[in-house]
């Protein structure tokens, strides 16, 4: 049976926030709609920028409870279902799989920096466990532990994994798994320094992970795109130029602070972040506002900069 393909835009959404700190889940539903609308290929939900180590595992399963309804399209809906151990992370794909979840994506368990073929074996347990599709994303930044191209492509002999999100700056290991595996969707992630976008959509990727999609979602759908000529090169490289300010903005801070203090401010379902984390101060997001006047994408897609107002509803 042939992988399960995913190309384009790959977007981590946030988590948004009632004022009670509860989950809101008709900004949810606005949310994904607004990326359903605009072009988005897959998103992420329960990733870094949805605050998922902020989450509870109630939470988390009600997350995917009652956002895995709100799927209408041909958008796939990935969840974030790393956990602190292996057998508590085949737990969380097993929900996600019974809910009718498009597959998971798996980092390696923050914190205890284990070795290479220790999270070698976890995700491959995991993927023994499950028949969901399944992503691995090389996180090092967040993780410590770092898996080379012969781990990757020794993980990718294994039929479930159909999702490669790389978030480290070689170029050689992604044209390795480029050359030996075309069938695993390759999906740069736009950290760190955005150092690996280019380089990847060039040797062939096919698409970005990515969290500025949750303010640009047509930009970054035309970014993404997998080059099949000079027309989607040239697109490519006008738009990324173009959206640099905002590409670097949305990384000026930890993840998701930056995006998520930014949609809140354009009258976005976001809310605040859960604690520890705090929204951006008056300045910096003075500067994110000027970005998205500047690029015109207020006028876009509507934006209203006063937050006690809020985007008009675009779920059907």
């Given at each position: 049976m042939a992988k399960?393909r995913?190309e384009?835009?790959?977007v981590?959404?946030i988590?948004?926030?009632?004022r009670?700190?509860t989950v809101?889940y008709?900004?949810f539903r606005?949310?994904?709609a607004?990326q359903e609308?605009?072009?988005t290929?897959?998103?992420l939900?329960?990733g870094?920028?949805?605050?998922v180590?902020?989450l509870?595992?109630d939470?988390r399963h009600?997350?995917?409870?009652?956002?895995v309804?709100?799927?209408?399209s041909?958008?796939?809906?990935?969840?974030?279902?790393?956990?602190?151990n292996?057998?508590?992370?085949?737990?969380?794909?097993k929900?996600?799989?019974s809910?009718?979840?498009d597959g998971?994506?798996?980092?390696?368990?923050?914190?205890?920096a284990a070795?290479e073929?220790?999270?070698?074996?976890?995700?491959l347990?995991i993927?023994?466990?499950?028949?969901l599709?399944l992503?691995?994303y090389?996180?090092p930044?967040?993780?410590k532990?770092?898996l080379?191209?012969?781990?990757?492509?020794?993980?990718?002999?294994h039929?479930?994994?159909v999702?490669?999100?790389?978030?480290?700056t070689r170029v050689?290991?992604?044209?390795?798994?480029l050359?030996?595996?075309?069938?695993i969707?390759v999906?740069c992630?736009?950290?760190?320094n955005?150092g690996?976008?280019?380089?990847?959509?060039?040797?062939?990727?096919?698409g970005?992970?990515n969290?500025?999609?949750?303010?640009?979602p047509?930009?970054?759908?035309?970014?993404?795109r997998?080059?099949?000529g000079e027309?989607q090169?040239?697109?490519?490289r006008?738009?990324?130029l173009?959206?640099?300010p905002?590409?670097h903005?949305?990384?000026?801070?930890?993840?998701?602070?930056?995006?998520k203090?930014l949609?809140?401010?354009?009258g976005?379902?976001?809310?605040?972040?859960?604690r520890p984390?705090?929204?951006?101060d008056e300045?910096?997001?003075a500067a994110?506002?000027?970005?998205?006047a500047a690029?015109?994408?207020?006028?876009r897609?509507?934006?209203?900069?006063?937050?006690?107002k809020p985007?008009r509803k675009?779920a059907?």
């Open positions: 399960l995913i384009g835009s790959f981590a959404v988590t948004p926030f009632n009670d700190g809101d008709e900004g606005t949310n994904l607004f609308e605009h072009g290929a897959a998103v939900i329960l870094s920028t949805g605050e180590s902020l509870s595992r939470e009600d997350v995917i409870r009652q956002t309804k709100m799927r209408r041909a958008m796939r809906f990935f969840y974030g279902c790393t956990a602190n292996t057998a508590e992370t085949i737990a969380m794909v929900f996600a799989r809910e009718g979840a998971a994506i798996l980092a390696a368990p923050s914190y205890i070795s073929s220790d999270i070698e074996r976890y995700f347990e993927a023994d466990a499950t028949d599709p992503g691995v090389n996180n930044p967040r993780v532990t770092d080379p191209a012969d781990a990757l492509l020794r993980l990718f002999k039929p479930n994994f999702v490669h999100k790389e978030s480290t050689a290991q992604v044209a390795q798994i050359a030996a595996r075309p069938d969707s999906m992630c736009d950290s760190p955005l690996l976008v280019v380089p990847t959509m060039a040797l062939g990727g096919h970005t992970a969290m500025t999609g949750n303010l640009a047509a930009e970054m759908a035309l970014m993404s997998p080059w099949a027309g090169a040239q697109a490519f006008e738009t990324y173009r959206l640099l905002l590409l903005f949305t990384y000026s801070a930890v993840n998701p602070v930056a995006v203090s949609m809140r401010a354009l976005m379902p976001a809310g605040d972040l859960r984390l705090s929204g951006l300045r910096a997001l994110g506002l000027g970005i998205i690029l015109g994408l207020d006028e897609y509507g934006y209203d900069r006063h937050p006690a985007l675009l059907g």
